[in-house]
């Protein structure tokens, strides 16, 4: 699952390749800035979906650990 954390940043490493390849920031300023904004967005959004579930897992593990190690 390591392997797609590194999926965004090859895809952000891709779209600056094309957006230089086009000459889109000289250009038009405001559709790479837009671009650039919109693309942030998804990233902030990825990483936060796929970091949900292991944070759920993970409270679920601390919950169930001090469920059996407390000594009532």
Known sequence: MKWLQWVPM???LALIYVLRWLHIGV?????FVLTILVWTLLLILFYHRTRAGRDQDRKAGEALEAGLSSDD
């Open 10 to 12: 090859v895809a952000t």
């Open 27 to 31: 250009t038009n300023f405001k559709v």
